[in-house]
């Protein structure tokens, strides 16, 4: 069955320290992969997605099939960083279905 | 560009009761998709519709259903309503054919059940 574990409920740093937040994912197919952020009293927004190879707001992804991980890094974090943060994995056909993880809250302190 | 919208903000409803929650998508996306999310969980996928079509349902029972209009306008009806039934329903809406699959959400809905 697919499914997208993110291990951390919590994960909390101080300002400029790096942060990493897990995920991790189950599926046989071709995965596409996305990172999803939720900003307080913010609607869930696309943060970044595997296809693209971007860095948004200094954090980046990379897909490892062979761990079958997607986690997301920022060298130095920053306040305005703190959110929760959604994994979510789009299955290859058909339809836009997309399965969530159930979210890490990054807190980053002064 | 307007965003996602969905109506009403909050609801409070009884078990037993149904209830029609609504949203409209995105200008110029054509697609749907209904997610509910539980306290401390993510996103689940209920269903989604194409072309006033479902085109692909999570794993809930018949009793979540819902329409889309020739607007892209969709939404998402609840029969007999169950204490488990509370949660926050979101509504994405996107573009299908862009590859992507890209996702734009609504500020959700939330609904309790008493």
């Known amino acids: 069955a697919q499914r997208v574990t993110q291990p951390e409920k919590l994960l909390s740093v101080f300002k400029g320290a790096p942060v990493e937040l897990k995920c991790n994912y189950s599926?046989?197919?071709?995965?596409?992969l996305f990172w999803y952020v939720q900003y307080s009293r913010q609607r869930l927004q696309l943060l970044l997605r595997?296809?693209s190879r971007e860095s948004i707001k200094g954090f980046t992804a990379d897909l490892n099939k062979g761990e079958t991980s997607f986690h997301l890094k920022k060298p130095f974090a920053q306040e305005e960083d703190s959110a929760m943060y959604y994994c979510a994995l789009s299955l290859s056909g058909g339809y836009n279905k997309l399965i969530f993880g159930a979210g890490t809250r990054l807190a980053v302190h002064p | 560009e307007t965003g996602v919208t969905q109506s009403p903000t909050h609801l409070i409803k009884t078990r037993g009761q149904q209830v029609t929650l609504r949203c409209s998508s995105q200008s110029g996306h054509n697609t749907v998709s209904w997610y509910q999310q539980a306290l401390g969980q993510g996103p689940q996928f209920i269903f989604q519709?194409?072309?006033?079509?479902?085109?692909g349902r999570g794993n809930f029972p018949p009793r979540f259903s819902g329409l889309q209009f020739p607007n892209y306008s969709s939404e998402l009806n609840v029969n007999a309503l169950e204490l488990d039934d509370s949660a926050l329903y979101l509504c994405?809406?996107?573009?299908?054919?862009?590859?992507?699959?890209?996702?734009?959400f609504g500020p959700g809905t939330r609904l309790t059940v008493t």
């Open positions: 595997h296809i």
């Open positions: 519709y194409y072309r006033e079509e479902e085109n």
């Open positions: 599926y046989s197919g071709s995965p596409e």
């Open positions: 994405a809406s996107s573009l299908a054919g862009t590859g992507g699959r890209e996702q734009y």
